[in-house]
Structures are given as C-alpha cells and as structure tokens.
Nanobody
Framework: QVRLVESGGGLVQAGGSLRLSCATSGRTLSTYTMGWFRQTPGKEREFVAAIHWSGGMTYYGLDVKGRFTISRDNTKNTVYLQMNSLKPEDTAVYYC??????????????WGQGTQVTVSS
C-alpha cells in the first residue's frame, strides 16, 4: 500500500509563500493523478488542485487559481504545491491524495496524513 507524506507546512504572514511537498515511499506515483485538498475544523474537505500523471494538465479550485501552482517530479515521486499571496482564509490542514482517473469527479484512494498551514493576518 502506498504511503503519502506531506511536508512544508507552517506559519506564514498574509501575502507570504509556502511550498508543500508530497512524497511517497514504496510505489511510484508517476502513473497517478495527484491532488491537493484542504480542510478546516467544522468544514467539508475542499479541493485545491490536481495534476495529471504526465504533468501536462492541471486544474485548480476557484479560491486558489492564480495564486497556487501544482507541479510534480516523477523522477523523485514527489508532488508540490507552491502557494503564493497567501491569505488567512487559506489556513487549513492540507492533504495530498492520488487517483487512477482524471477529472473533477474522480475518486482518490490514498491520502496523506496532512500538513498544517497557518496564515496570520
């Protein structure tokens, strides 16, 4: 079973940047769609971004489009989320996940444990 591990979270001031990483030990991620999601207490999990296994296609949630960039390095089995112009409302636990499909309604079958991002005003 694949194990996804997120890192790179932390505390940053509004307007700042962070880069999250999602790495795996064991199986390769190179044939999977990879996604980033986020969740705050009491709220539903929110889609943030996804990237095709080839790296050639991406899409984003409306709240982050233009500020966040998802990328991947299949040689390192790692997916990244570059977050710029951060806002306090971006504060959440961020999770990466993998999917065999591609599109907005695909199911994700493996999830990481999450990394906390806190944006102060």
């Amino acid at each position: 079973q694949v194990r996804l591990v997120e890192s790179g979270g932390g505390l940053v001031q509004a307007g700042g940047s962070l880069r999250l990483s999602c790495a795996t030990s064991g199986r390769t991620l190179s044939t999977y769609t990879m996604g980033w999601f986020r969740q705050t207490p009491g709220k539903e999990r929110e889609f943030v971004a996804a990237i095709h296994w080839s790296g050639g296609m991406t899409y984003y949630g409306l709240d982050v489009k233009g500020r966040f960039t998802i990328s991947r390095d299949n040689t390192k089995n790692t997916v990244y989320l570059q977050m710029n112009s951060l806002k306090p409302e971006d504060t959440a636990v961020y999770y990466c996940a993998r999917s065999l499909g591609w599109g907005r309604d695909v199911a994700y079958d493996s999830w990481g444990q999450g990394t906390q991002v806190t944006v102060s005003s």
